[in-house]
């Protein structure tokens, strides 16, 4: 099959008496309603299967706080599971487990997400303990006390793993002055000092259930979803100036170098900058890049720095995009006295695409190899639950599967001698390093 073949065609259904935007595909199948109180809804129905993945997204992050609150997300993520109005936190593990459901939720930079995977005949009962579970927290001070010193030693487990806290420090570098680069799980004192009013303020401020994006793929129909969500949000209009995410001028890529010694036998390191927003035209091209220079087994840094040279057990190259602003990372673990050596090379193999450009072998291979993990990641209704969720909360259009490879498939070769150029451009990009490090010139 020719996945870049343009196979879509659109339609509209009635749901409700409304007209719903939906888009039917050989590989996806959605649907979207927006509700009168600003709830969104979007499901794939999958008939074969005989389980459903549900989510509840919530548009609030760690860019929604500043240093003085930094890590109430996450905090309110581990406090809604102890305890609703109506349940206690063991009530909720019960009656997860008597579905044979699984549940978790997770917080990161731009949203907060409460989901469960269940058998569909169960469809009414967990979509009552999900709304439950994110709309009536009961926030008692003895759950708070308790959750903040679960939250700090999960703080202090990620301090304790270099390779997660470099790039944590990364962040913050690349990021200064900008809350994309506050840590998701906030710091010890942040956290520790936090109040319950303050909490109670944000929740309520944030949490607000007319901004709730509500995803689910599996053995659901769209209606009968729709009208399980009705049940359980408000009638009226969310007011869209509350918990809006502010959009803020995204930093100046410039060169910065930060060391920070620690005692780990090897140096672990982050070099990279600024990258560009979900909607840049630049988020395929970069995507490809990346991928190219480190993204894969056959790629230049994994071949040269581990296959041929040996000089390193982990090193990659990414980029992740954000609403307004994204970040461009490579990352590698190696001992003390090969630093040096990794960053030429590293430097070495970006002059020569940006001044050679890449073959087309090599090219098309990365291009592949992109366009795999997009449909391989969607091979689940979990990763499907997912996909669609995170797309209707940011982007104004959630494109299919064949539409984002197409996108991939219009990137030409001559498009990354141009990223090289604008994001690669080692006078703008930082370096951060974290062990034992020979402060010589590095970069």
Known sequence: MDWTEPISEYFNSKVDNKIVSSTSVKFDHYEITELD???????????HFRSISMGLWVPAGSRNENEN?????????????????????????????????????????????????FIDTYLEKCTELLFDILINPSFRDEHIKTEKK??????????????????NYFYEVVFKGHPLGLPVLGTVNSVRKVKRQTILDYFRREFDSGRLVVSAAGNVKH???IEEVKKYTGRDKVNEKIGTIKHYEPPCNKKVKKISSSKTGSVHMCLGGVGCGRHNRD??????FTNLL???????LFQRIREEEGLAYSVFSNSIQYIDTGIIMIYASVSPRNTERVLDIV?????????????????????ENLKGSVVLG??????????LGKALLFDKKVLTINEILKKIDNVKRKDLCDITRRYFNFDRMSLVMMGKVNKGRLI
């Open 37 to 47: 109180n600003g709830v969104k809804v979007i499901s794939e129905y999958i008939p």
């Open 69 to 117: 609150i930094s890590g109430i997300t996450h905090l309110i993520e581990h406090l809604i599971f102890k305890g609703t109005n109506n349940r206690s936190g063991k009530d909720i593990a019960i009656e997860f487990d008597l579905m044979g459901a699984e549940f978790n939720a997770f917080t990161d930079k731009e949203n907060c997400c409460v989901y469960a995977d």
């Open 150 to 167: 679960v939250v700090i030693e999960e703080i202090k487990i990620v301090k304790d793993n270099p390779s997660e806290n470099v790039i």
């Open 223 to 225: 209606k009968d979803l």
């Open 283 to 288: 988020k395929y091209p970069i995507s490809i």
């Open 294 to 300: 480190g993204g894969s087994m056959s790629s230049r």
């Open 347 to 367: 430097k070495n193999e970006i002059r020569n695409i940006g001044k050679y450009g890449v073959e087309e072998t090599e090219f098309l291979r990365a291009r």
């Open 378 to 387: 969607v091979e689940d209704i979990s990763s499907r639950m997912f996909r």
